[in-house]
């Protein structure tokens, strides 16, 4: 059996974060603008949930477009050419 996790600790923590955000945030708005809470905030979970993806997209693009770039350095900081 593999025992690998579906997700990391970091991104469970940022799917959860956001998800109390838009839970919490959307209440509020929800119970200022409509006294509904619950709508408001079934309104702006999801959205968060989509807000906390594209920040994880984000920062595993910029991990691998990194080790990309410091794969074409040579040993001097010299950049060498890109393997075809």
């Given at each position: 059996s593999d025992d690998a996790p579906l997700m990391s600790r970091g991104a469970v923590?940022?799917?959860?974060?956001h998800a109390l955000g838009g839970f919490l945030g959307g209440g509020v708005v929800g119970f200022l603008f409509q006294n509904r809470a619950l709508?408001?905030?079934?309104?702006?979970?999801p959205i968060m949930l989509g807000v906390?993806?594209?920040?994880?997209d984000l920062?595993?693009?910029?991990e691998r477009r990194m080790k990309e770039?410091?794969?074409?350095?040579?040993?001097?900081?010299?950049?060498?050419?890109?393997s075809s």
């Open positions: 923590m940022t799917y959860g974060s709508s408001g905030a079934l309104l702006f979970t906390g993806k594209v920040e994880l920062q595993d693009y910029r770039l410091l794969e074409l350095e040579d040993g001097n900081g010299q950049p060498t050419k890109p």
